[in-house]
T-cell receptor, first 111, second 111 residues
Framework: QQQVKQSPQSLIVQKGGISIINCAYE??????FPWYQQFPGKGPALLIA?????SEKKEGRFTISFNKSAKQFSLHIMDSQPGDSATYFC??????????FGTGTSLTVIP | KAGVTQTPRYLIKTRGQQVTLSCSPI?????VSWYQQTPGQGLQFLFE???????NKGNFPGRFSGRQFSNSRSEMNVSTLELGDSALYLC??????????FGPGTRLTVL
């Protein structure tokens, strides 16, 4: 059973456009929601994270929007650049337990 | 500060063999988690070790095992390899409960 569902599986965006990746979860005990970025041949790297008591968090061009009632959260990449082309994973954690990851979104930003 | 290192980076084994993968966490990090990454499945949690004790375990068969040493270095072992065990195995270390730092992974191919 997939604890965290991620969509879309792949995404193609023009340079300068907005990339949006969505995740949904079921377990209301989750209390930490990170996004990871992974380049080929590398391990995932933490990009940005949010806790459920906040509805939005912004770091540079990256924003997480969190909807607690809908049990959904999303990653927005503003002014997408070719260097943002990577695989993105959402995840959820119930502190003290294991992380659950989404299945990943392959983002391609076209110059 | 050196990052998480994993050895070997690539491994080719045949069905029925066993394999041991190694992970050296970031200095000072006492928690080490292991994940299996396959296309379409994302990251699947194997287990987490903290101070030489297994703290969490994912839903994998008993062929997958691990351990952690007093210097926080960790190993995972897979016995009686199956074709479906071909994957990228990632190790992540953390100082606090939430922020995980991933290594580059070990690419295991089972023939």
């Amino acid at each position: 059973q997939q604890q965290v569902k991620q969509s879309p599986q792949s995404l193609i965006v023009q340079k300068g456009g907005i990339s949006i990746i969505n995740c949904a979860y079921e377990n209301t005990a989750f209390d930490y929601f990170p996004w990871y970025q992974q380049f080929p041949g590398k391990g995932p790297a933490l990009l940005i994270a949010i806790r459920p008591d906040v509805s939005e968090k912004k770091e540079g061009r990256f924003t997480i929007s969190f909807n607690k009632s809908a049990k959904q959260f999303s990653l927005h990449i503003m002014d997408s650049q070719p260097g943002d082309s990577a695989t993105y994973f959402c995840a959820a954690l119930h502190t003290g337990n294991q992380f659950y990851f989404g299945t990943g979104t392959s983002l391609t930003v076209i110059p | 500060k050196a990052g998480v290192t994993q050895t070997p980076r690539y491994l080719i084994k045949t069905r029925g063999q066993q394999v041991t993968l190694s992970c050296s966490p970031i200095s000072g990090h006492r928690s080490v988690s292991w994940y299996q990454q396959t296309p379409g499945q994302g990251l699947q949690f194997l287990f987490e070790y903290f101070s030489e004790t297994q703290r969490n375990k994912g839903n994998f068969p008993g062929r997958f095992s691990g351990r952690q040493f007093s210097n926080s270095r960790s190993e995972m072992n897979v016995s009686t390899l199956e074709l479906g065990d071909s994957a990228l195995y990632l190790c992540a270390s953390s100082l606090q409960a939430h922020e995980q730092f991933f290594g580059p992974g070990t690419r295991l191919t089972v023939l």
